[in-house]
C-alpha cells in the first residue's frame, strides 16, 4: 500500500472512543495492520490518518509503530480516569508527559507546540481543560487508595493504558506526540464491579436482588462514559481547522528528563 506523508494521525484505543469524531469527516479507505485499524479521512481539505489500536500497552506499541510513513504529529485520544480531585467527568486532560505506573523513572515529554495547540483548540471548543502528567497502567485502575498512590508515585493527574506506548512508537517513526484525554471517571467515582456479573445477568435472574448495586453502578459508568467521549470530536475538529506550526517546535529532549 502506498505511503502517505499525513500531517495528523490521531490514535484511539477504542471504536466508540474514536466513533464521534468519524461521523464528522469523510473516510475515503480503510485497512488493517495487525490488531489495528487504519484510516485515511478527509476533513476540510486535510487528509488525516486515524487508527484504533485496540485496548492496552502492547496493542498500542504495535500499533503506533505499525503507522505507515511519517505522520508529523501523533496524538493519543480518548478517555481516562482522573488522579487527582480538580479533574471531574468531562474534563479535558492535555498530559505535558506521559509515565508508566511501575516504572516513574521512565518518562516521555509531549511536544510543546502540541501542547499549546490543543490549548487553543479547547479554548475555541469552549472546555474545561488541564495540562499535566498522564500515567499508563497495565490494566485499569479504579479503586480510590490505588489511585491516589499512582498520583503520588507518578505525579500524574490522570491514568491511562495506552499514551505511553503510543509515545514510544511515535519516537521510534520521528513523529512528535501528543496526548488529549476526556475523563470518563473521577477520583470519587465507586470502583466498577466484576464484569461477569454484567454479562451473565440476563442468565441469572435469580440473583438480580442480589447484584442490583451493581449493576447500577455499571450503568451509571457507562452513562457517564459515554457522555464525556462525545466531547472528543470538538477539539479534534478545531486542532485540524488552525493546524500546528512545525516552525515552532522546541528541540526534543531526551525521554528520561523530567
Known amino acids: 500500500m502506498k505511503k502517505e506523508n499525513y ?3 490521531f490514535v484511539f484505543a477504542m471504536g466508540v472512543e474514536a466513533r464521534p469524531f468519524l461521523k464528522r469527516v469523510e473516510t475515503k479507505r480503510r485497512w488493517k495492520i495487525g490488531h489495528a485499524t487504519h484510516r485515511e479521512v478527509f476533513f476540510e481539505g486535510d487528509m488525516i490518518l486515524v487508527v484504533r489500536s485496540g485496548i492496552g500497552f502492547e496493542k498500542a506499541l504495535a500499533a503506533a509503530k505499525g503507522v505507515q510513513g511519517r505522520p508529523t504529529f501523533m496524538l ?4 481516562c480516569g482522573a488522579l ?3 479533574l471531574s467527568p468531562g474534563d479535558i486532560l492535555i498530559a505535558n508527559e506521559t509515565v508508566l505506573q511501575h516504572n516513574p523513572n521512565e518518562r516521555l515529554k509531549c511536544s510543546e507546540v502540541v501542547i499549546k495547540s490543543l490549548e487553543r483548540a479547547c479554548s475555541r471548543a469552549g472546555l474545561r481543560y488541564k495540562i499535566g502528567p498522564i500515567a499508563t497502567a497495565a490494566k485499569p485502575v479504579f479503586h480510590r487508595a490505588e489511585r491516589e498512590k499512582l498520583s503520588q508515585t507518578s505525579g500524574a493527574y490522570a491514568v491511562d ?3 505511553h506506548a503510543i509515545a514510544t512508537g511515535a519516537s521510534s517513526i520521528g513523529s512528535s506526540f501528543g496526548v ?3 475523563v470518563s ?7 466498577l464491579p466484576d464484569r461477569n456479573i454484567i454479562k451473565n445477568w440476563r442468565r441469572q435472574f435469580h440473583k438480580i436482588p442480589k447484584n442490583i448495586f451493581s449493576l447500577i453502578r455499571w450503568w451509571n ?3 457517564t462514559f459515554n457522555a464525556s467521549v462525545k466531547k472528543l470530536d470538538k477539539p479534534l475538529v478545531e486542532l485540524t481547522r488552525i493546524g500546528i506550526d512545525p516552525s515552532c517546535e522546541l528541540p526534543k529532549v531526551d525521554s528520561n528528563q523530567r
Open 84 to 86: 487527582v480531585p480538580d
Open 180 to 182: 488529549i484525554r476526556v
Open 185 to 191: 471517571d473521577g477520583i470519587e467515582s465507586p470502583p
Open 76 to 79: 493519543s485520544i480518548g478517555t
Open 221 to 223: 459508568f457507562l452513562r
Open 161 to 163: 493504558m495506552e499514551s
Open 7 to 9: 500531517t495528523f494521525c
